[in-house]
Structure formats: structure tokens, C-alpha cells
């Protein structure tokens, strides 16, 4: 999955460096990337139930990922759009829920089909705002600067290992710090602090191994 997602991203196999890109024509290559992914799915055939559910995976990962890189990075850097942003994060919320909706679908029929056109209509639309009321009002001297920042998160949250240094440069905090610990580290935690139970048969075993000794 990583190497689609480096794929539909523009990112380069390596970890390490990040490079300074105009974070308006990376955020226009993702929404091509995406726009792609939904005309594969429409030219696939009503039969083809298992590709149609991968490219489904990947539509998926990527605007997911995505929409953290906007919402984190970019529309707080965005100028005099206050009302657009709201409507954006709006957006993100009901495209979230759409996407449930499409998991919940067991069988790739026809019902399926139309929840998958209705989210490529709502990104759409969501698309056109955001490359013509939004992203122009980025601060036209911080572009490179806010794309390096987005890249080096995308690393990030693809799982990569990036070193520190260079997330320090870039301004981005490591997930541990913006979120606390991950919901699977506290569960191992926990698990750890508890002792476990001694069995009858283990208790019973040692009973016997005394008393041979004895």
C-alpha cells in the first residue's frame, strides 16, 4: 500500500530529505491522482468486483491521508477565507461519512456504484472550491515553505522513518506529540502492568514437582 500511496502522492522511495515543492500544484496532483482512481473504477466492468474494491482501498487511503495534510497544514495558512474553510471541513466530515458508508456494502452491485458516484461528485465539487476560492489565498511567498512542511508530514503519516532533524527543520511535530499515544501502545501498556493469573494446571504441576522432591 505504501508504494501506491508514493505513487498518488509524487513522493520519492527514499526517506530523508524533504523536498521544497509549491504546495498548490502538489495539492492539484493529488486531486488528479484521485480524479484517475475514480475513472479507472467507472471503466471497470460490473464484473470486475475485486479491482473495483482495490482502487476502492486506494481512493480511500489517499484521501484520507490527504485531508490530514489540508487540515493540519494548509487551510490555516489560508487568508481571508474564513467561511470557506468552515465549509471545507464540513465537507471532509460528510465525505468521511459517505466513505462508511461505501465500507458497509458487502456486495458490489448497483447501490455500491451510486454511493461511489455520489463521493466522486461531492470531491468534486469540494475540489472546485478549494483550487479556485482557497488555495489562491495561500501566502504566495510561503508556497515552497508550506509544501516542504506537507511533504515531510506525508512521510510521516505513510509510516516512514524520517530523521528528526529534519522534521525540526520543516516545523512539524511527530504524531506522538500532536496526538498522544497511539490507541495500540496504551493497550500493550496496559497489558504489560497486568499480572498473569496462575492456572490450576500450572499450580497443580508445581504441587506434584515439590512433593517428588520432598
Known amino acids: 500500500m505504501n508504494t501506491i500511496l508514493n505513487a498518488i502522492f509524487g513522493l520519492s522511495s527514499e526517506s530523508g530529505e524533504a523536498a521544497h515543492a509549491d504546495i498548490i500544484e502538489m495539492l492539484k496532483a493529488d486531486h488528479r491522482s484521485v480524479s484517475d482512481l475514480f475513472a479507472r473504477y467507472e471503466s471497470l466492468p460490473a464484473s470486475a468486483t475485486r479491482e473495483k474494491r482495490k ?4 481512493i480511500f487511503a489517499a484521501l484520507e491521508i490527504h485531508t490530514k495534510l489540508e487540515e493540519e497544514l494548509v487551510y490555516p495558512e489560508i487568508e481571508g477565507a474564513h467561511e470557506y474553510v468552515l465549509e471545507a471541513r464540513e465537507e471532509h466530515h460528510v465525505i468521511d461519512l459517505i466513505i462508511k458508508e461505501i465500507k458497509k456494502v458487502r456486495a458490489m452491485n448497483e447501490k455500491a456504484d451510486a454511493k461511489v458516484k455520489v463521493l466522486k461528485e461531492m470531491i468534486e465539487h469540494h475540489v472546485k472550491e478549494e483550487e479556485w476560492e482557497m488555495l489562491p489565498r495561500l501566502p504566495k511567498d510561503e508556497l515552497e515553505e508550506i ?3 506537507v511533504k515531510v508530514r506525508k512521510e510521516e503519516l505513510l509510516g516512514k522513518e524520517f530523521p528528526e532533524k529534519h522534521m525540526e527543520r520543516a516545523g512539524v511535530q511527530p504524531v506522538e506529540e500532536m496526538y498522544g499515544a497511539s490507541e495500540s501502545g496504551e493497550r500493550t501498556a ?3 502492568d ?5 492456572t490450576k494446571k500450572s499450580k497443580s504441576k508445581r504441587s506434584r514437582k515439590n512433593n517428588s522432591a520432598a
Open 147 to 149: 509544501g516542504a512542511k
Open 194 to 198: 497486568v499480572q498473569q493469573p496462575v
Open 190 to 192: 496496559a497489558k504489560a
Open 55 to 58: 482502487i476502492l482501498r486506494e
